[in-house]
């Protein structure tokens, strides 16, 4: 199950078949064809169109009809995310960011699955199949997700606050199934956050200022059947095999609907 065919064995639309190939994700192709950026048998793509496998297709003057042709084997990995790295890079913005730190490919580029947010730690899953990241970064969605949350001891208070299951996030509602102590050190302590399904970002943050707490680090540990391995360091990327990379492929190949995936 780890290798696909190569794209445009059939009439596909231009942005599913370059998102395959990890060209780009679906949107940043439409992006890109919108712009002009992307050309047809030496004519401007148009978002939706079909190509064949006898077209000729450019991006941004370079051809990658070659490339879309050769069978390629669907990667992922997981990856360490430190607090404070962009998922990319931004033209002008000199933040560290997650790109920097990937592992190198000869061909494509890595796309993320399970965006986090700028200020969070944890596991971010990316794939080479842009297409498998769109699908699956959907499904997920459904996963139930678990933190380790480290707040700040309060000053002059000889119990902790309750923490709420519920806040509101811009407008929307969170919702989590248990905030449990884990373990004290000093003047933090660590809790583990748990939520049935995944929740807006900067949702975990907010549900401790609703008790008055302030966290100083926020980490992602699972994701539906995904883990964060313990030895797996900040900065650091480690090579989906076996089991973890069928599951991202199932996960892929599940609908987002209103019910759990076989992921689970």
Do not use: C
């Not at 890079?89 to 920097?100: I, L, M, Q, S, Y």
């Not at 900065?235 to 995936?261: P, V, W």
Request: no cysteine; net charge positive; aromatic share 4%.
């Amino acid at each position: 199950m780890s290798r696909r065919p190569a794209a445009g064995a059939a009439d596909e639309r231009i942005q599913k078949t370059l998102a395959q190939r990890g060209i780009g994700s679906r949107r940043q192709v439409e992006d890109w064809i919108r712009a002009g950026r992307v050309q047809v048998n030496g004519r401007p793509a148009a978002v939706g169109q079909r190509v064949r496998p006898s077209d000729r297709i450019l991006v941004d003057g370079r051809d990658i009809t070659r490339r879309l042709k050769v069978e390629t084997k669907v990667r992922a990995i997981v990856y360490h995310k430190p607090g404070g790295e962009m998922l990319r890079a931004r033209a002008g913005d000199e933040r560290a960011n997650v790109e920097a730190h990937l592992p190198a490919l000869h061909a494509g580029r890595w796309v993320v699955v399970n965006p986090i947010g700028y200020a969070e730690d944890g596991l971010l899953v990316l794939t080479t199949d842009g297409g498998l990241a769109s699908r699956a970064g959907r499904a997920g969605r459904l996963l139930p997700v678990e933190y380790r949350v480290r707040a700040l001891r309060p000053e002059r208070l000889t119990e902790w606050p309750e923490v709420p299951l519920s806040v509101v996030v811009e407008g929307v509602e969170a919702n989590f199934t248990s905030v449990e102590p884990a373990a004290a050190g000093g003047t933090n302590q660590w809790f583990k956050v748990t939520a049935s399904t995944a929740v807006p970002r900067g949702a975990v943050r907010a549900l401790f200022d609703a008790a008055g707490l302030k966290v100083s680090r926020t980490l992602l540990v699972g994701w539906g059947p995904f883990r964060l391995p313990r030895d797996l360091p900040r900065g650091r990327a480690r090579e989906f095999r076996g089991a973890d990379l069928e599951a991202l492929i199932q996960l892929g190949a599940s609908r987002a609907t209103g019910h759990r995936t076989a992921a689970q």
